[in-house]
């Protein structure tokens, strides 16, 4: 039995003899130091095998941050951007406003300046309503009975006569457009009282064409001469321009001048016109200044 455990002993002596220069190599690189710097041999070793770990780590983990950054700050961007879009617009809308108030308040100043030019009352008055048919060319103002308008009553702005009242309520007044109206109104080219040119002026149903008729053909009439209203027919007071003469078909002996106007109201432009005020004077009875009026009316009566 001795000698077998001696044999064993010398069989284990090799492995026993491995692991302990194995311990004495591990607490020799343990304790090993740099020449340079005194470091620990061991945790140069483990600190270059952590750091190659890492590195890949480290690189995702930055790429990552970096994206998620750029992610972050694009949407920053967006919503900055959403926010300069709205004030740009917000910008926009503030800037219509201030030029409509502007035009606005020029219009309205033209119309003051038109009530101080014109010897009649004017109302300034709205157009809040249009009515673009072939038949029924009309304009809606917000000015009615209740301000004192009634029917027939002229329609002007800066330009010029623009047309008259043909039906009112309460509160508003439909407009009839000199262009559209067939009832003539009396016209006088050159200043009234001077010129001999005179004729009635009605609509043609063409857009923003008047015609005047009944001038005689040894009148002389010049294109770009200007139409006035001649008050004769009791409708408009006499005095406010029509128009600008832009073609003459010349008449025969028989035959009177056929002469185009071109209204000086710009109908397609305008938001604000001016209602006058104005009453037409009575006209006389012409019948009791007849011969035998007096008669006819006793007669008239015992019947």
């Known amino acids: 039995m001795a000698e077998r455990s001696q044999k064993e002993v010398w069989r284990l002596a090799p492995w026993l003899m491995i692991v302990l220069l194995l311990v004495n190599f591990v607490l020799m690189a343990l304790d090993a130091r740099e020449t340079n710097t005194q470091q620990l041999v061991i945790r140069v070793w483990f600190q270059t ?25 694009l949407r920053t961007a967006q919503t900055d951007n ?16 201030k030029e409509d108030l502007t035009s606005e308040n020029e219009r309205l ?14 109302l300034p008055a709205q157009i809040i309503g249009r009515d673009p048919s072939v038949w029924f060319n009309t304009l809606i103002i917000d000015r009615g009975s209740l301000d004192g308008v009634k029917l027939n009553m002229p ?15 309460p509160l508003t007044a439909q407009i009839r457009l000199i262009t559209k109206d067939k009832a003539s109104q009396g016209g006088v080219i050159g200043e009234l009282g ?3 040119a005179i004729g009635p ?7 923003e064409i008047l ?9 002389e009439v010049k294109v770009g001469e200007t139409v006035y209203t001649s008050g004769q027919e009791g409708m408009y007071p006499a005095g406010l321009k029509i128009g600008e003469v832009i073609e003459v078909r010349p008449g025969a002996a028989t035959v009177p001048h056929q002469i185009f106007i071109r209204p000086s109201a710009n109908f397609s432009a305008m938001q604000e016109v001016a209602v006058v ?6 006209r006389p009875e012409y019948d009791k200044f007849l011969p035998n009026a007096d008669k006819k009316e006793k007669g008239a009566n015992k019947k």
């Open 194 to 196: 001077s010129s001999n």
């Open 155 to 169: 329609i002007i702005n800066k330009g010029g006569l623009v047309g008259r009242v043909e039906a009112v309520s």
């Open 211 to 219: 015609e005047m008729g009944y001038v005689p053909s040894d009148v």
């Open 49 to 73: 095998i952590a750091d190659f770990a890492q590195s890949p780590v480290t690189t995702v983990s930055s790429a990552l941050t970096n994206y998620l950054q750029s992610f972050s700050s």
């Open 277 to 282: 005020l104005y009453k037409p004077p009575a």
């Open 201 to 207: 002026v009605s609509g043609t149903g063409k857009k």
């Open 109 to 122: 100043k033209s119309l003051l300046e038109l009530k101080e030019q014109t010897k009649y009352r004017i």
């Open 82 to 97: 959403d926010v300069l879009k709205q004030r740009v617009q917000e910008l926009e809308v503030e800037v219509q406003r």
